[in-house]
Each structure stands twice: as C-alpha cells, then as structure tokens.
C-alpha cells in the first residue's frame, strides 16, 4: 500500500516501524472529514489491522490546524433522519476500530482539534498538544444544533467525567492547551518550540497510555450522581434557551441521564438523537447561521490593510468602548475628548474591561498603557483610522471633518459611528469625499459582533475594503450596507420598537409581555429592554430621523424620558429601573396574554422592513440582509435569518395547501385526501 492509493491521507515508517498517518485534505487550507476522508482512514485501518506496525502516530499537515472537525457542508446533502442515522453509525464503528487496534496509539495536535476532530483524538491512547496561543480543544457542535455523534459524548464522558464533559459540550467551549492538559483531555504538553514528533515516538515506544479519570470524574457518572447533575444542567440550561427553539443540549442531557453508564447505549443514542438533530429546522437554521458567519469574515479579507494606531474622537459610551476593544486587539488608541472629564469615566470602563477579558497583571498593564488620553487631538497625525463617536448632529461633525482632514495621513481611513446620518450629508465638507466611510458599531461595542461599513455612491470601493479589513483585525464581522437613513439594522429596529410602544400606549398592554412576546418568539431580548438597553437618547435621535409623523407621539414620550434624565440602562432607569445591569420586572404582568398572537404583531413591521431594504437595495443580497439581522439585531439564529425564515414559512404553507384533487365518489376522496396528508 503506498501513499499514491489515497488523496487525502500520508502514511511512512521510520526504523523501528512506527507508522505517520498525516492528514493533509486535498484542496482545503484546514483538515475536515468528509465522507471521501472517512473512507479512505476506513481502506488504511484495514490495511494496519492486518500488517500492525510498532506503533501509529496521527497528525495534521496543515500548520497550525489539526482537524476543525467534520465536513458541514455535507450535512445539506442529508434530509432523513434514519440515513443521518445511518452514517453516524458507519463513523462510530470507524473510531472504535481506531480504539481497537492492538498497538500504542498517539495523536499529536498542533492548532485547532475540534468536533469529530477531537472525537477522533479521543480514540488515540496518547495525546500529545503543543502548547501554543493558536491550539484549541472542544466540542462546538451544539452551535449547530447538534451534539458530538461520532463517540464523543460517549469517551469524554467515559475519559474526564459527565460533569466536566457535559459542561465542554453544552457550552461549545473551547479550551487552550494547559485547560485541555488539566482536564484530561491531553496528557502531555510541549512547548512551542520543541518537537512534537519525538515527543510521539517516545510516547509510542514506551507504550504510553492515558491516565483514565479520577475519582471525583468517576463518580459523576455513577447512576444517582447523574441524575442529581443532570437535572441541575436541564435546568440552568433552560434558564438560557428555550428548548423548543434548542433542542441539543436537551437530548444530550437526557441521553447522558439514561445511558450514560453503557457505552454501546451512549453511541446508538448519539446515532438516533443526532440523526434526528441534524435534519431538523433548528439545525438547519444554526447552519445557515455558520455559513453567513463565514461570508462575513471574508468580507474581511478583501483587502491587505493592516492598522496600528487609531484615534477616536468622542470619548462617551460608544467612542470609549470602541478605544477600549482596539486595544484589547493590540493596537494602541488615542482617545479625545474636549475635556479630561469626559475621557476618564471611559478610561475607568476600559480598565474594567481588560481585568475581565485579560486577567494577567502583565497583559492588562500592557493594555492600559496603549490607551492614551489625547485632549489636544494630537495622534490624529499619526493614526491609520480615525472613528469619530461624538454626539448625533450632522452640524457639529462637518464642522470636525473640516478640522481634522488637513491634519491626516493621506492613507488614513476616516470613518464616521454615526447611528442614522447619511454619509453624503457628512461628507460634503471633505476634500476628498470619496475618503468617508461609515463604521457604524453597536452597543455594547465588547459584545456585539457586527459593524455596518456604510458606503454611498460615491464612496471609493477601496475604502470600503479597508474598513472591511480593520472590522476583520479587530475580530468583528463587516456588513457593507448603502447609506441612507438608519442604514441597515436601526432602519429595521426601528418600526420594530415603534410598533411595541404604539401597543403599549394605545392598548396598556404591559412592557413585560411585549418583551417576552419578542424572547418567546425567539429573539434575544424585548423591544423595551432592547431600548432601555441602547440608550433611549439614542433611540430619540433614530426615531426622529426616521419615525416621521406617525411616530409623533412615541418620540415625544421618549424626550420626556430623555430630559427627565431617564436613558435607561446607562443611567439606572428608563422603561424599566435597572438594578446590578439587569432589568426589574413584573413577572405576573404576562398573564392572560396571547404571547404568540402579541409576537406576530410585534415582528410584522421587521419582517416588512427587511424586505423593504433588500428592494432598496442596501445591501447585495439575502444572506447578508439576514447576516445583518441575525448579527446585529440578535434575530433567533435557530430561524436562519428573517428572510429564510419567511421563505421557510411560505414553503410550509404551500405544502399545506396541497389537497387531492376531487373525486367522483366522495368517500374516496376524503380518503385519498388522507392518504396524501400522511405521505406530507
């Protein structure tokens, strides 16, 4: 057998007959199985089973990336349930080989070991991971609506413990090197230096074998133990999704509950359960939210822009957090303000934000000292962006453009946060006008992934593609989006939200229900804590640009809050008084409500709006339309997105509209009638 037989697969044989199996698939820049993969490792177990060598090693020939875990793509090209079934079986009889054979086995992994990746590590006796910023462990499965299925929940449960192997499953988790090492999922680490080959044929020759768990991972699977654990996890797992929209986390913890003592059990539950998972609506939803995911970062790619220093001009909520996130992504920021008054509250917030996502001294000593006060505006000279954040008013930003763009670099990108202002009002005052982008983020700026790159006619492409970029460096998606009024996302909220407040004022219906009409419906939070959230000054500025009269009444409400000091959760009080960040609530006020009936209303005018931007053409198409709502909106991820939900929902509906044709007889017809019902 020689490596010639196999498109995707390397095998060679040192001296003392140790086998390298490498994982290098053909046309891809990371290692996923495929079908193809699957069955060529298939022809190469059988062909060790019956020549065994001293010992086989697996690793990656991709640099920096072990196996990202399975092929999603090829999760489209199944719709039944029993042949998802079917396949996962076919897997799971594949890594029990792969157990199975009868000499030492290592895996060495150096980058990303994830999904079916890691369930096939697993497999191995011996795990070996270079401890590098880039390596990392875990089970990202449930972000698809699914669980592992190839042997995963069987031997992580069976290997670190139910508790420690639910709690890295239901999460989707991912450890680096030292957490995997802890927890028993790697048993040695090299440095990033040393050699992850030696390491393995040492492993090999000495017949090197894992640990097994300890007493404590032992004992969580013991039959009393899990029940206790698992109905904790039922239960704070349901305090975060709903598990009609969530189904996966679910029927893992009820499979763990019932078998999770009888391996063989365990796996035909992961086959059946998972069969089921992957050709329902909510995993097919959470997948097309993976794909959008993906076009969205390559907008990122599109140009080789790279930033070092930005400045931004504004230091209130939005301009501070924005300073504070490029430099928790490395870069160092200037920050200006008219007075120091203004900058050291967001300073403070910066400081807090940097203990919670750093936590090393060191690290967070070197992130405070890259976020300069700037009152004098003095890196604008020197920076490679420049984000204006001040206040909402078109008067007062021209008249900073002017300032500023004698000041900068010729290759600088000028970006403007305006919430709603179309960029064609900004830019008139330029030079260069062509230069202004929109890099329109949104709150809270360390939490929310998206940022509309706002372009008009007249915009350079280029810049558009540089702005792409910098959103990509700084680990947040780009959303190219036309200017015009709101853009994309509040162009969207905001018939949305008007809407709850016209149902509240017009009808006394309670906030609380209009919130939890919205969450039953599936989106993350209700268009009162979403505005409460925002800021109801700025929910004041966007519903007066783009209201009109029919939202008189509902503005003028919101400025009656709004003097009264009253902006929400920023200030302690809005719709809702705020306590400790969270929202108080009356929770009897949902009572008697049509919850569902309410959730309709309430999401109509979105869906409108949505297809009203696609036919104005603010963004190219569907899927980024859907990107924008899902990413920036927080629309339910289970549904796919509001345009492949309602395409979706008409498809159902013009299934149930099928009906037999009629018939001479009427018996026979009601009965052919039934008969096509069943077959639907």
Not at 28 to 42: F, I, P, R, Y
Not at 300 to 314: E, L, N, P, Q, W
Not at 495 to 512: D, G, N
Request: aromatic content about 8%; glycine content about 8%; overall charge neutral.
């Amino acid at each position: 057998m020689s490596n010639s037989d196999y498109r995707h697969w390397r095998l060679e044989f040192d001296m003392d007959q140790v086998c390298w199996l490498t994982l290098d698939r053909d046309g891809e820049s990371v290692n996923s199985l495929s079908n193809e993969v699957l069955s060529e490792l298939g022809q190469i177990i059988t062909f060790l089973e019956s020549e065994p060598p001293t010992g086989l090693v697996l690793q990656s020939g991709k640099k920096g990336s072990f196996i990202v875990g399975a092929d999603v793509r090829e999760f489209e090209l199944v719709d039944d349930a029993q042949q998802a079934a079917g396949f996962i079986r076919e897997a799971q009889q594949l890594f029990d080989r792969v157990e199975s054979l009868r000499f030492p086995t290592a895996a060495i992994i150096d980058g990303y070991c994830l999904g079916g990746g890691l369930e096939l590590a697993l497999c191995f006796d011996y795990r070996i991971v270079k401890n590098t910023p880039g390596t990392r462990l875990g089970f990202p499965e449930i972000r698809l609506g699914i669980y592992p299925a190839f042997g995963g929940s069987m031997r992580s449960t069976r290997q670190i413990g139910g508790f420690q192997a639910l709690q890295l499953m239901l999460t989707g988790r991912m450890l680096r090197a030292h957490q995997a090492k802890s927890m028993g999922l790697a048993y040695q680490l090299v440095s990033p230096h040393a050699e992850l080959r030696w390491a393995a044929r040492r492993a090999i020759l000495k017949g090197r074998k894992s640990r097994g768990p300890g007493l404590l991972a032992k004992l969580s699977n013991w039959t009393p133990a899990r029940r206790i654990l698992a109905g904790q996890m039922r239960k704070q797992t349901a305090a975060k999704v709903n598990p009609e929209h969530y189904p996966a986390p679910f029927e893992l913890i009820d499979a763990w509950e019932a078998h999770g003592k009888k391996p063989q059990e365990m796996l035909e539950e992961e086959a059946v359960r998972n069969g089921r998972l992957i050709t329902g609506s909510t995993s097919r939803g959470l997948r097309r939210v993976f794909w959008l995911m993906e076009q969205l970062k390559a907008q990122g790619k599109s140009s080789d822009f790279t930033a070092r220093r930005v400045h931004v001009i504004g230091a209130g909520v939005m301009g501070g957090d924005i300073a504070a996130w490029c430099v928790l992504q490395g870069l160092e920021v200037t920050l200006q303000d008219r007075e120091m008054k203004y900058i050291k509250p967001a300073l403070k917030r910066a400081g807090k934000l940097f203990v919670k996502k750093l936590r090393s001294p060191a690290l967070i000593a070197g992130a405070k000292s890259r976020l300069i006060a700037d009152l004098e505006g003095s890196g604008v000279a020197r920076a490679d962006v420049i984000v204006e954040a001040i206040f909402e008013n078109a008067d007062a930003k021209r008249e900073l453009f002017r300032a500023i763009e004698p000041k900068m670099r010729p290759d600088a990108i000028l970006a403007t946060n305006t919430s709603a202002i179309p960029l064609d009002e900004l830019a008139s005052v330029l030079e260069n006008p062509a230069r202004l982008i929109g890099l329109h983020f949104f709150n809270p700026v360390a939490k929310m992934p998206l940022v509309e790159v706002v372009h008009a006619d007249n915009t350079d492409p280029a810049e558009v593609k540089r702005g792409s970029a910098f959103c990509g460096q700084i680990n947040r998606f780009p959303l190219p989006v036309k200017s015009s009024p709101g853009f994309l996302v509040n162009r969207v909220l905001s018939p949305y939200m008007l809407k709850a407040m016209q149902i509240h004022r017009q009808r006394k219906v309670p906030l609380e229900a209009l919130d939890k009409a919205a969450t039953e419906f599936g989106m993350p939070m209700g268009p009162v804590e979403l505005a409460d959230t925002v800021g109801l000054d700025v929910g004041l500025n966007v519903m007066e640009l783009l209201g009109g009269e029919d939202a008189a009444e509902e503005a003028a409400l919101l400025k009656s809050y709004v003097e009264k000091g009253k902006l929400g959760k920023k200030s302690g009080e809005g719709f809702y008084q705020w306590n400790k960040g969270k929202p108080v609530k009356n929770s009897q006020a949902v009572e008697g409500i049509n919850l569902q009936s309410l959730g309709e209303e309430l999401m109509a005018p979105y869906f409108q709006e949505c297809q009203a931007c696609l036919d104005d053409g603010i963004v190219a198409d569907s899927d980024v339309l859907d990107a924008g709502m899902i990413f920036g909106t927080g629309f339910a991820p289970f549904r796919g997105g509001p345009i492949f939900y309602l395409a979706q929902k008409d498809r159902n509906k013009a299934k149930q509209s099928v009906v037999a044709p009629p018939e001479p007889d009427a018996v026979t017809a009601e009965s052919d009638s039934e008969e096509e019902t069943k077959d639907e």
